[in-house]
Nanobody, 125 residues
């Protein structure tokens, strides 16, 4: 079965940085598109960033220029580098991936088959 393990969350200050990691227990990680979503208390889960099998990337407007998604297929790992934190970045961050996603659905949580457990990111001032 597919398992995703997330790490790297924590407490940071406004303007600070964190890097999240998502390690997948699959033999063919390069066949999956990977995305990060986040959910703040009382709010809907929202798209953050995605990277396709061909390494094309996509970002929510709220994080463009601040966050970067990357993948290392040799390590079965996807990353979310988060810089210049603002308070609204506070949320549980989830890694998700799917082999069968189409481009038009890449920003929708329902398009992803496999999910990690989530990791808390808290931004303080």
């Amino acid at each position: 079965q597919v398992q995703l393990r997330e790490s790297g969350g924590g407490l940071v200050t406004v303007g600070g940085s964190l890097r999240l990691s998502c390690v997948a227990s699959v033999p063919d990680f390069n066949r999956y598109a990977v995305a990060w979503f986040r959910q703040a208390p009382g709010k809907e889960r929202e798209f953050v960033a995605a990277i396709r099998q061909n390494s094309h990337t996509f970002y929510a407007d709220s994080v463009k220029g601040r966050f970067g998604i990357a993948r290392d297929n040799a390590k079965n790992t996807a990353y979310l580098q988060m810089d210049d934190f603002v308070r609204d970045d506070t949320a549980v961050y989830y890694c998700a991936m799917s082999q069968t996603i189409i481009l038009s659905s890449i920003r929708f949580a329902s398009a992803y088959r496999h999910w990690g457990q989530g990791t808390q990111v808290t931004v303080s001032s």
